[in-house]
């Protein structure tokens, strides 16, 4: 059984920055594509970016495209996921997401809330001033 940690949510300013990581209990590389999708009071859920197991292939929602970016640390088992230029409407219940795939060298963002077999326990973030 696959689980997922995350950790790097907070209170943070329209215009700034944030870092979300997910840690997995095990090894993801070339077996697991990993997933990000956010969960706003009142809203679908969203996908908002995953990468594919090799770490090769990535994707973004539309409205996370240039200001997001995902990344896979082979060696902590660990995705992250950088968020700049932060705006109110990204706020949310950020959650990391897992479907096996071996060797895999596509994902699509739209499948990550649905159909992505492991999730974590969400991490809260939050834009204001």
């Known amino acids: 059984q696959l689980q997922l940690a995350e950790s790097g949510g907070g209170l943070v300013q329209p215009g700034g920055s944030l870092k979300l990581s997910c840690a997995a209990s095990?090894?993801?590389?070339?077996?697991?594509?990993i997933g990000w999708f956010r969960q706003a009071p009142g809203k679908e859920s969203e996908g908002v970016s995953c990468i594919s197991s090799t770490g090769g292939g990535a994707n973004y929602a539309d409205s996370v495209k240039g200001r997001f970016t995902i990344s896979l640390d082979n060696v902590k088992n660990t995705v992250h996921l950088q968020m700049n230029s932060l705006k109110p409407e990204d706020e949310g219940v950020y959650y990391c997401a897992a479907d096996w795939s071996p060797w895999s060298a596509i994902c699509t963002v739209v499948d990550v809330q649905g159909r992505y077999q492991y999730r974590g326990q969400g991490t809260q973030v939050t834009v204001s001033s």
């Open positions: 095990k090894i993801i590389w070339a077996r697991y594509k």
